[in-house]
């Protein structure tokens, strides 16, 4: 299962998971958004522009 207790208790900035309740969870509980971790490995690799958009909105990328 999740701990959520990890997410909560440290200065996470972003969480990712590819399971939907957890997600809500991660929301919810530990107020941090979340991302689908292979959005994120795209967004690394500069292959889906507008989650790099949406990563700069949460301050966690600097705009391009």
Same mark, same amino acid.
């Given at each position: 299962?999740?701990?959520?207790?990890i997410v909560?208790?440290?200065?996470?900035?972003?969480?990712?998971?590819?399971?939907?309740?957890?997600?809500?969870?991660? *929301?919810?509980?530990?107020?941090?958004?979340?991302?689908?971790? &292979?959005?994120?490995? !795209?967004? %690394?690799?500069? *292959?889906?522009?507008?989650?790099?958009?949406s990563l700069?909105? &949460?301050g966690l990328? !600097?705009? %391009?």
């Amino acid at each position: 299962g999740l701990h959520l207790e990890i997410v909560i208790d440290r200065d996470h900035q972003i969480g990712s998971t590819e399971c939907g309740s957890c997600r809500t969870q991660m *929301e919810q509980v530990a107020a941090v958004p979340t991302m689908h971790p &292979l959005k994120l490995l !795209a967004a %690394s690799y500069g *292959e889906m522009p507008e989650i790099n958009e949406s990563l700069a909105q &949460l301050g966690l990328v !600097a705009e %391009s």
